[in-house]
């Protein structure tokens, strides 16, 4: 199955700063990485992905890269606030079919104002 | 969006009592359902896949005969916590599957459950 590590597991930016969040993936033929935001006590929600046709894709403050030859896919947020604190969480998974995305063990991101 | 709704939003119960979570899809089918639990400051944990008219499937580790999971109609899957202890304490949410085949494959989360055993 599929194994998706995570890094870190927190993050402490300043206010302003970029904040970068890495993610390895086992499995080669996974082609859908999702990146989801949960704030305490509340559920996850999808903020970006992007699918394995496509190197780099943009909303806004944030970007997720993805290397299908390195099998790692990466979470970039610029001029970071303090309401970008929360855990965000990196999925793999194939797509169609009854395939489940396996989630990253998730990282804390701390932005102080 | 597909919405998906949970209930109670927290609860409270000795240990050695059972709990109900009942999770609905307000305006979509679902005939299968995730559920995961998730530590304070950990991942989300798939526990089991709920299926619309036969048994859940359970991941491995995952004890059947104590989260009893039900999924009696197209709109609502059920966890039930049997015996619950302590150590079972933990944030419960529910999960639609991504809808492969259309545009978004956003995974769309219930709010969660909190559940504390005393």
């Known amino acids: 199955g599929e194994n998706v590590e995570q890094h870190p597991s927190t993050l402490s930016v300043q206010e302003g700063d970029s904040a970068v969040i890495k993610c390895t993936y086992s499995?080669?033929?996974?082609?859908?990485f999702p990146w989801y935001k949960q704030e305490l006590g509340k559920r996850p929600q999808l903020i970006i992905d992007?699918?394995?046709?496509?190197g780099e894709k943009k909303d806004q403050r944030i970007a997720v890269t993805l290397n299908k030859t390195a099998k790692h896919f990466s979470l970039h947020i610029t001029e970071t606030q303090p309401e970008d604190s929360a855990v965000y969480f990196c999925?793999?998974?194939?797509?169609?079919?009854?395939?489940?995305?396996?989630f990253g063990r998730g990282t804390s991101l701390i932005v102080h104002p | 969006g597909a919405v998906v709704s949970q209930h109670p939003s927290w609860v409270i119960c000795k240990s050695g009592t059972s709990v109900k979570i009942e999770c609905r899809s307000l305006?979509?089918?679902?005939?299968?359902m995730f559920w995961y639990r998730q530590f304070p400051k950990q991942s989300l944990m798939l526990m089991a896949t709920?299926?619309?008219?036969?048994?859940?499937?359970?991941e491995q580790g995952v004890e059947k005969d104590k989260f009893l999971i039900n999924h009696a109609s197209l709109t609502l899957s059920t966890l039930t916590v049997t015996s619950a202890h302590p150590e079972d304490s933990s944030f419960y949410i529910c999960?639609?599957?991504?809808?492969?085949?259309?545009?978004?494959?956003?995974?769309?989360f219930g709010p969660g459950t909190r559940l504390t055993v005393t």
């Open positions: 999960s639609a599957p991504p809808r492969w085949g259309l545009d978004s494959y956003e995974q769309y």
């Open positions: 499995d080669s033929a996974s082609n859908y």
């Open positions: 992007i699918r394995s046709n496509v």
């Open positions: 999925a793999a998974s194939r797509t169609g079919g009854s395939y489940i995305p396996t």
């Open positions: 305006d979509f089918q679902a005939t299968t």
């Open positions: 709920s299926n619309e008219g036969s048994k859940a499937t359970y």
